[in-house]
């Protein structure tokens, strides 16, 4: 008994040092990579992540955002926090490029502008949109007129030699 007693415990600490292996690679992954994170992760789980941000700050603004009684999977939590945290370094290194000491208002503006625009690009996208299917339709109408003139024209000029007679 003895034995299996200790293949037992050999089996749950070589369980154990693999569950934390792949903890470690799992975090370095997290850290490193832009690969998403699982849908099925639970809250628990995610509390061993190097988040940028405490999750109840992130799901509290989500939540003021949210319709009532829609919930929030763990995912979500974890890719806005690590979302937002690289949203902070781009930022930062953007404002970090000025040969300053100092960051200043002007900088931080300047290094959000690209941010700020995307609304105003998306409505600009829409209107060239709309404009292209406003000169397709013209040119569509034009087609069928092109079309009707010149089959008019065609139809009277087969009547009118078929009516002509043939000189000999």
């Not at 037992?8 to 792949?22: D, F, G, I, T, V």
């Not at 941000?53 to 603004?61: D, E, G, L, Q, R």
């Not at 979302?83 to 404002?95: C, F, P, S």
């Not at 995307?118 to 292209?132: D, H, Q, S, Y």
Request: proline share 3%; aromatic share 6%.
């Amino acid at each position: 008994m003895s034995k299996e007693k200790k293949s037992e415990r050999m089996e749950k600490e070589a369980e154990k040092k693999e569950k934390e292996e792949l903890d470690a690679q799992a975090e370095d992954l997290a850290e490193t990579s832009d690969t998403a994170i699982p849908e099925d992760i639970e809250d628990d789980e995610t509390d061993d992540l190097n988040l940028p941000f405490p999750k109840a700050t992130i799901v509290n603004m989500l939540r003021k955002n949210l319709d009532k009684g829609k919930q929030i999977k763990g995912q979500v939590k974890v890719e806005m926090n690590l979302w937002l945290g690289k949203m902070v370094e781009r930022i930062a290194k953007k404002m970090n490029s000025h040969p300053y000491t100092y960051v200043d208002g002007s900088m931080f503006w300047d290094a959000i502008e690209t941010y700020e625009n995307v609304t105003e690009i998306e409505l600009e996208k829409e209107r060239l949109i709309k404009e292209m299917e406003a000169i397709k339709a013209s040119c569509d109408v034009l087609i069928s007129e092109v079309d009707r003139k010149f089959v008019l024209r065609k139809t009277f000029v087969n009547k009118y030699t078929e009516e002509m007679p043939e000189k000999k």
